[in-house]
Nanobody, 116 residues
Framework: QVQLVESGGGLVQPGGSLRLSCAASGSIFRLYAMGWYRQAPGKQRELVANIMSGGRTNYRDSVKGRFTISRDNTNNTVYLQMNNLKPEDTAVYYC??????????WGQGTQVTVSS
């Protein structure tokens, strides 16, 4: 079992920045691939970025160059630094932990709203 708790969402103006955090507990954090997903109203949940246990990262095209995912295996935390935010980034952002043998887990989500 893994418990994931997100924080750091909020309201920001276009061009602004936010840093999301996801604190994990309950299992061996370093064994999991960690990801950030988002879901806007009326749309499907989509992968924003993920980071493998070895540190390799992947980003969806629309956030490349603006978002950075990182992980701290000492403190069992994954981060998403979001810069130059756009209104289309508005969504609920979810933290995800995946391991083929150990399972898949989700956080409760944190709202990000980009608006002037």
């Amino acid at each position: 079992q893994v418990q994931l708790v997100e924080s750091g969402g909020g309201l920001v103006q276009p061009g602004g920045s936010l840093r999301l955090s996801c604190a994990a507990s309950g299992s061996i954090f370093r064994l999991y691939a960690m990801g950030w997903y988002r879901q806007a109203p009326g749309k499907q949940r989509e992968l924003v970025a993920n980071i493998m246990s070895g540190g390799r990262t992947n980003y969806r095209d629309s956030v490349k160059g603006r978002f950075t995912i990182s992980r701290d295996n000492t403190n069992n935390t994954v981060y998403l630094q979001m810069n130059n935010l756009k209104p289309e980034d508005t969504a609920v952002y979810y933290c995800n932990a995946q391991n083929v043998a150990l399972g898949t887990y989700w956080g409760q989500g944190t709202q990000v709203t980009v608006s002037s």
